[in-house]
C-alpha cells in the first residue's frame, strides 16, 4: 500500500508540481545526496556505489544529509540509475572516475533476451529504504527516480559511457527492430522501478536522461520518446512526474509528449524562452524545473545571488516553478553555496 497521504497537501513542492501557489518556490538540487557533502564521503568509506545503493540504513542516510544540511523541499532517493539492471542480472558495476561499465554489450537479438522484467522481490531493499524514509521525513515529500530507457540502452550498447553514442546511433538506424527491443524492455523495467517506489511510498518520480541530447529531434521522436512515455505511463495518474535530460533545449517540445506534468530544464536554455516557446506553439503550460547552471556555485556570493535572482525572474511566467540546478551539484561544491541558494530562494518568493 503507498504511503503518499503520508506527506500533507501544503508540501511546497508538491503544490509546485500541481501547479498551485506555494508557500514559496520550492528548492531542491539534483544530486544533493552525496558527491560533494563530507558526511557523504565518510558513511561511503569502503563501500561501492551498488553496495551503498542496496543497504537501506545507508540510503536513508544519504538521502537525509542535504535534508538536514539544507533545509531543502524534497528529498531525492539515493540510487543510481543502473541499480534495476544490476538487480536483473546485468552484470554492470560503476567505475569511479568513468561510471557505468557493462562486462558484455548488448547488440543482438539474443542480448535483447538477457533483459528480464523486474519484479519487486529484486529489490527488496528499495522498498525497505523508502519505508525507513518515509517515517524520518516527516513533512518532506521523496522523489524517486529512474533512468530513461535511451540513457540507459545507451550504457548498455556502448558497454559504458561514450562522447558520440556511435554504436548506439549505428544500431538504430541499422537494425531498428533490435533497438525497439532494448528500449521496449528498458521502459518496463524502469516503469516498474518507479511503481516500485511510488507504491513504497514515494511522493513524486524525476525520469532523468542524461544522454538524450545526443539525438536530433527526428530521432528522439522515434526512438526514444515512445519508450520514455511508457516507462512514466507507470506511475501516471498517481504521483507528480518530472522529466529532466541534459542538452535537451531542442527537444522540449517533444519531452512534453511524454506526459511528465514538470518539466525539468537544463542550465543551456532561460526559462522565460521556454514558456515562449510553448506558448508560440500553443502546447500546454507546463511545470517547469530548474535552472542554475552547476558552475555558478564556485562564484562569489553576490554573483550567486544575481544569477538565483534571474532564474527566479525568467520562471515567472511559467505555469509553477521548481528551483533546481540546470544539472547535478558538481563534487567540489562548497555545501555552504548550497545552502545560500536555499535561503535566498525561500527569503525572496514567500508568499
Not at 29 to 57: H, I
Not at 123 to 152: C, H, M, Q, R, S
Not at 308 to 326: M, P, Q, R, S, Y
Amino acid at each position: 500500500m503507498s504511503n503518499a497521504a503520508a506527506v500533507p497537501t501544503a508540501s511546497p513542492f508538491l503544490a509546485a508540481c500541481r501547479g498551485e501557489a506555494p508557500a514559496h518556490t520550492p528548492v531542491w538540487f539534483m544530486r544533493q545526496a552525496g558527491r560533494s557533502l563530507p558526511e557523504y564521503k565518510q558513511v561511503r568509506e569502503g563501500t561501492t556505489m551498488l553496495e551503498a545503493c542496496s543497504t537501506p540504513e545507508l540510503v536513508t542516510e544519504i538521502t537525509m544529509q542535504p535534508v538536514r544540511r539544507y533545509g531543502v523541499d524534497a528529498a531525492i532517493f539515493f540510487s543510481d540509475i543502473v541499480v534495476p539492471l544490476a538487480a536483473i542480472g546485468v552484470d554492470v558495476k560503476i567505475v569511479p572516475g568513468v561510471g557505468p561499465v557493462v562486462a558484455e554489450p548488448f547488440r543482438t537479438e539474443d542480448d535483447v533476451k538477457r533483459l528480464r522484467n523486474l519484479d519487486p522481490c529484486d529489490v527488496p531493499y528499495i522498498t525497505e529504504a523508502i519505508g525507513l524514509l518515509v517515517k524520518e521525513l516527516g513533512d518532506t515529500p521523496l522523489i524517486g527516480f529512474a533512468g530513461a530507457p535511451f540513457t540507459l540502452a545507451s550504457y548498455l550498447i556502448e558497454g559504458g559511457p561514450s562522447r558520440d553514442h556511435a554504436k548506439t546511433k549505428a544500431l538504430m538506424k541499422s537494425r531498428p527492430e533490435i533497438w525497439h527491443g532494448i528500449a521496449s524492455r528498458l521502459a518496463a523495467i524502469c516503469g516498474e522501478f518507479l511503481r516500485v517506489q511510488v507504491e513504497a511510498g514515494a511522493q513524486a518520480v524525476q525520469l532523468f536522461d542524461s544522454w538524450a541530447g545526443a539525438l536530433s529531434e527526428a530521432d528522439y521522436r522515434r526512438f526514444a520518446l515512445p519508450h520514455s512515455t511508457a516507462a512514466l505511463m507507470g506511475v501516471a495518474q498517481s504521483v507528480p512526474r518530472i522529466h529532466f535530460g541534459v542538452g535537451t533545449g531542442h527537444l522540449l517540445e517533444a519531452m512534453t509528449e511524454t506526459g511528465a506534468e514538470v518539466l525539468g530544464i537544463d542550465y543551456r536554455i532561460p526559462l522565460d524562452s521556454v514558456t515562449r516557446r510553448f506558448a508560440a506553439k500553443r502546447l500546454p503550460d507546463k511545470v517547469l524545473q530548474g535552472n542554475l547552471d552547476p558552475a555558478m556555485l564556485f562564484a562569489e556570493d553576490d554573483a550567486l545571488i544575481a544569477e538565483t535572482d534571474a532564474v527566479l525572474e525568467a520562471a515567472k511566467g511559467a505555469k509553477g516553478h521548481i528551483f533546481n540546478l540546470g544539472h547535478g551539484v558538481l563534487p567540489e561544491t562548497d555545501p555552504a553555496k548550497l545552502k545560500l541558494v536555499v535561503d535566498h530562494v525561500h527569503e525572496v518568493t514567500a508568499r
